[in-house]
Nanobody, 124 residues
Framework: QVQLIESGGGLVQAGGSLRLSCVAS????????MGWFRQAPGKEREFVAA????????YYADSVKGRFTISRDNAKSTVYLQMNSLKPEDTAVYYC?????????????????WGQGTQVTVSS
Protein backbone atom coordinates (compact mmCIF):
# COMPACT_ATOMS: atom_id res chain seq x y z
CA GLN A 1 0.00 0.00 0.00
CA VAL A 2 1.21 3.50 -0.79
CA GLN A 3 -0.24 6.92 -0.02
CA LEU A 4 0.23 9.75 -2.49
CA ILE A 5 0.07 13.46 -1.72
CA GLU A 6 0.26 16.05 -4.48
CA SER A 7 1.27 19.68 -4.10
CA GLY A 8 2.37 22.62 -6.19
CA GLY A 9 -0.85 23.53 -7.94
CA GLY A 10 -2.12 27.07 -8.20
CA LEU A 11 -3.14 29.93 -10.45
CA VAL A 12 -0.76 30.98 -13.21
CA GLN A 13 -1.00 33.11 -16.34
CA ALA A 14 -0.77 31.56 -19.78
CA GLY A 15 2.85 31.01 -20.73
CA GLY A 16 3.87 30.53 -17.13
CA SER A 17 5.26 27.51 -15.31
CA LEU A 18 4.42 25.32 -12.33
CA ARG A 19 6.08 22.30 -10.79
CA LEU A 20 3.88 19.67 -9.21
CA SER A 21 5.22 17.26 -6.62
CA CYS A 22 3.88 13.92 -5.47
CA VAL A 23 5.26 12.43 -2.29
CA ALA A 24 4.72 8.73 -1.71
CA SER A 25 4.58 7.23 1.75
CA UNK A 26 4.13 3.68 2.89
CA UNK A 27 5.74 1.12 0.64
CA UNK A 28 8.93 2.24 -1.10
CA UNK A 29 7.98 4.38 -4.08
CA UNK A 30 10.64 2.81 -6.29
CA UNK A 31 8.42 -0.31 -6.37
CA UNK A 32 5.98 1.54 -8.61
CA UNK A 33 5.72 3.05 -12.04
CA MET A 34 4.25 6.53 -11.56
CA GLY A 35 1.92 8.65 -13.62
CA TRP A 36 0.24 12.01 -13.76
CA PHE A 37 -3.34 12.39 -14.94
CA ARG A 38 -5.69 15.36 -15.09
CA GLN A 39 -9.41 16.01 -15.12
CA ALA A 40 -10.97 19.21 -16.35
CA PRO A 41 -14.52 20.20 -15.36
CA GLY A 42 -17.07 18.18 -17.28
CA LYS A 43 -14.41 16.00 -18.88
CA GLU A 44 -13.04 12.53 -18.30
CA ARG A 45 -9.77 11.97 -16.50
CA GLU A 46 -6.92 11.77 -19.02
CA PHE A 47 -3.32 10.62 -19.11
CA VAL A 48 -0.61 13.29 -18.95
CA ALA A 49 2.74 11.58 -18.32
CA ALA A 50 4.27 8.42 -16.88
CA UNK A 51 7.69 7.35 -15.66
CA UNK A 52 9.18 3.92 -15.02
CA UNK A 53 10.57 2.73 -11.69
CA UNK A 54 14.14 3.66 -12.58
CA UNK A 55 13.17 6.87 -14.37
CA UNK A 56 14.71 5.57 -17.56
CA UNK A 57 11.48 5.49 -19.56
CA UNK A 58 8.91 8.24 -19.86
CA TYR A 59 5.69 8.67 -21.82
CA TYR A 60 3.75 11.85 -22.55
CA ALA A 61 0.38 12.76 -23.95
CA ASP A 62 0.70 14.51 -27.30
CA SER A 63 -0.97 17.59 -25.85
CA VAL A 64 1.86 18.18 -23.36
CA LYS A 65 4.87 16.78 -25.21
CA GLY A 66 7.67 19.35 -25.33
CA ARG A 67 6.11 21.44 -22.57
CA PHE A 68 5.87 19.09 -19.57
CA THR A 69 8.60 16.95 -18.02
CA ILE A 70 8.07 14.10 -15.58
CA SER A 71 10.91 13.07 -13.27
CA ARG A 72 11.42 11.22 -10.01
CA ASP A 73 13.76 11.15 -7.05
CA ASN A 74 13.45 7.71 -5.47
CA ALA A 75 15.62 8.71 -2.52
CA LYS A 76 12.95 11.31 -1.66
CA SER A 77 10.01 9.13 -2.74
CA THR A 78 8.89 12.02 -4.91
CA VAL A 79 7.69 12.37 -8.48
CA TYR A 80 7.62 15.74 -10.22
CA LEU A 81 5.77 17.25 -13.14
CA GLN A 82 7.44 20.37 -14.50
CA MET A 83 4.91 22.27 -16.57
CA ASN A 84 6.11 25.05 -18.87
CA SER A 85 4.36 27.20 -21.47
CA LEU A 86 1.06 26.58 -19.76
CA LYS A 87 -2.16 27.12 -21.68
CA PRO A 88 -5.71 27.75 -20.46
CA GLU A 89 -6.63 24.27 -21.71
CA ASP A 90 -4.20 22.81 -19.16
CA THR A 91 -6.59 23.91 -16.41
CA ALA A 92 -7.61 20.82 -14.45
CA VAL A 93 -7.19 18.88 -11.25
CA TYR A 94 -3.93 16.97 -11.55
CA TYR A 95 -3.62 13.54 -9.97
CA CYS A 96 -0.58 11.45 -9.16
CA UNK A 97 -0.94 7.66 -9.46
CA UNK A 98 1.13 4.55 -8.76
CA UNK A 99 1.14 1.34 -10.80
CA UNK A 100 2.55 -1.84 -9.24
CA UNK A 101 2.66 -3.80 -12.50
CA UNK A 102 5.87 -4.38 -14.44
CA UNK A 103 4.96 -2.58 -17.64
CA UNK A 104 4.71 1.18 -17.92
CA UNK A 105 1.35 2.25 -19.26
CA UNK A 106 -0.99 5.09 -20.10
CA UNK A 107 -4.28 3.54 -19.12
CA UNK A 108 -6.10 4.78 -16.03
CA UNK A 109 -7.08 1.21 -15.24
CA UNK A 110 -3.42 0.15 -14.80
CA UNK A 111 -2.90 2.42 -11.82
CA UNK A 112 -3.58 1.04 -8.38
CA UNK A 113 -3.21 4.02 -6.07
CA TRP A 114 -4.25 7.64 -6.47
CA GLY A 115 -3.68 10.93 -4.72
CA GLN A 116 -6.39 13.46 -3.91
CA GLY A 117 -5.35 15.86 -6.66
CA THR A 118 -4.11 19.42 -6.89
CA GLN A 119 -5.83 22.20 -8.81
CA VAL A 120 -4.02 23.94 -11.65
CA THR A 121 -5.69 27.00 -13.16
CA VAL A 122 -4.21 28.81 -16.15
CA SER A 123 -5.65 32.23 -16.93
CA SER A 124 -5.61 33.73 -20.42
Amino acid sequence: QVQLIESGGGLVQAGGSLRLSCVASGRTSSWYNMGWFRQAPGKEREFVAAISRSGGTTYYADSVKGRFTISRDNAKSTVYLQMNSLKPEDTAVYYCAADKSYSLGLSIGKYDYWGQGTQVTVSS
